[in-house]
């Protein structure tokens, strides 16, 4: 009997848009693995901090990249603002993101699959993948969203700097040189702006049904 080939599920989409909260999900109803490929761009900068090393040192950067433990990454931990900030600038590294595009390719093709979520997962990562998926929102919902949830984590939290914030990620992320963010070319659009977690795993489990039956 010929060996099933893994499925793979790639999310897209912009900050704050619901894609990580998304993908966990489908992930655990599918039985798949999760990979929020944004963590790993964060746990290489942690690495180098913790290295005690320039952010600008791109040989560290890469050697991190490559030996990276994907099981091991705590997302609590690495959604620091701090790790963040220092992210941003090892992820413009071109050597960078080919090591962590290599090594996001292995995690998928893995056992049964798995479910991607960053933003260049369908149109670079897994151009190949069985159902693609482009997660989006308005920015006034998203940035809605992010103060709610800030809210209840105990935070403190101003709405106008977070649509700020939310505005001019949108704008980096889309206009790099390097992977932008934009939807691949048969990637299903899925606009959450009016709908709850719920409608938009309802949603996305029928987009990817109908794909697996075929």
């Known amino acids: 009997m010929k060996e099933r080939e893994p499925f793979t599920i790639a999310i897209d989409g912009p900050a704050a848009s619901g894609k990580g ?6 992930a655990a109803h599918y039985g798949l693995r999760h990979l929020d490929t944004g963590l790993t761009y ?10 005690g090393v ?37 992820a413009v590294m071109t050597d960078v993101r080919k090591a962590l595009v290599e ?12 479910v991607l979520d960053g933003r260049d997962i369908g149109t670079v990562v897994l151009p ?21 949830e800030i809210l209840r984590d105990g935070g403190v939290a101003d709405r106008a700097a977070i649509l700020t914030d939310i505005e001019r990620r949108d704008a980096r992320d889309m206009g790099r040189a390097d ?23 309802n949603a996305a489990r029928a987009l990817i049904n109908s794909k697996r039956d075929a």
Not at 21 to 26: P, W
Not at 42 to 51: E, M, P, Q, T, Y
Not at 141 to 146: D, I, M, N, S
């Open 21 to 26: 909260t998304l993908s966990r999900r489908l």
């Open 42 to 51: 964060r746990a290489v900068a942690k690495a180098l901090l913790d290295r």
């Open 54 to 90: 320039s952010l600008d040192d791109e040989a560290e950067a890469v050697e991190a990249a490559h030996t990276l433990d994907l099981s091991a990454m705590d997302r609590m931990v690495l959604a620091a603002h701090g790790i963040g900030e220092a992210a941003s600038k090892v």
């Open 103 to 114: 090594r996001q390719r292995a995690f998928a093709a893995e056992g049964l699959g798995a």
């Open 128 to 148: 190949n993948a069985d159902v693609k998926l482009y997660v989006t929102a308005s920015p006034a919902v998203r940035a809605e969203r992010r103060y709610h």
């Open 179 to 201: 992977s932008p963010l934009r939807p691949a070319e048969d990637a299903h659009l899925l606009d959450t702006s009016e709908m709850g977690i719920e409608a938009a795993f």
